[in-house]
């Protein structure tokens, strides 16, 4: 067994009374609390409850920007692939000699852009850009910002 300096064995036992006292202080006031106060005013449990929401409030707003980055990819996707298949589809119209589909006689695309663009005119809100330019570049750019100066 190792030898203890008497100075230290005099601090440690300090320690533990002080730990000990706090303790005891700690079950009189939750004692005292749960007479005085109703059970969903208590104060320490008050305090409890604002810790963990403040935990769950910090996970909750990672998520939501993990949310709103892959929200960002599928547009971009989406804009990837549908744009793309109209392009070919155009161009294998045009190769048969079928007249072409005008886009403001197009619903399904016209509705996917009214789509991007209202997701466009969001993120431009949220990030303080007001300009009106439609370049989805841009739009990752100022989701980007946005999420790192939050951070």
Not at 54 to 77: M, N, P, V, W, Y
């Given at each position: 067994?190792?030898?203890?300096?008497?100075?230290?064995?005099?601090?440690?036992k300090?320690?533990?009374?002080?730990?000990?006292?706090?303790?005891?202080?700690q079950?009189?006031?939750?004692?005292?609390?749960?007479?005085?106060?109703?059970?969903?005013?208590?104060?320490?449990?008050?305090?409890?409850?604002?810790?963990?929401?403040?935990?769950?409030?910090?996970?909750?707003?990672?998520?939501?920007?993990?949310?709103?980055?892959?929200k960002?990819?599928?547009?971009?996707?989406?804009?990837?692939?549908?744009?793309?298949?109209?392009?070919?589809?155009?161009?294998?119209?045009?190769?048969?000699?079928?007249?072409?589909?005008?886009?403001?006689?197009?619903?399904?695309?016209?509705n996917?852009?009214?789509?991007?663009?209202?997701?466009?005119?969001?993120?431009?809100?949220?990030?303080?850009?007001?300009?009106?330019?439609?370049?989805h570049?841009?739009?990752?750019?100022?989701?980007?910002?946005?999420?790192?100066?939050?951070?």
């Amino acid at each position: 067994m190792a030898q203890h300096h008497e100075a230290t064995d005099g601090l440690l036992k300090l320690l533990t009374k002080a730990n000990h006292d706090l303790t005891l202080v700690q079950h009189k006031l939750e004692k005292e609390f749960q007479q005085i106060y109703p059970e969903n005013a208590n104060p320490m449990k008050l305090v409890s409850r604002i810790k963990k929401i403040q935990g769950d409030l910090s996970t909750l707003k990672e998520q939501c920007r993990e949310l709103l980055s892959a929200k960002q990819d599928l547009i971009d996707k989406a804009r990837t692939v549908i744009v793309g298949n109209r392009s070919l589809l155009q161009r294998m119209q045009t190769s048969m000699g079928i007249p072409l589909t005008d886009d403001s006689a197009d619903s399904a695309f016209e509705n996917f852009n009214q789509i991007i663009d209202e997701w466009t005119v969001q993120v431009r809100s949220r990030t303080g850009d007001e300009n009106n330019g439609s370049d989805h570049e841009d739009v990752n750019k100022l989701l980007f910002s946005a999420i790192v100066e939050s951070n």
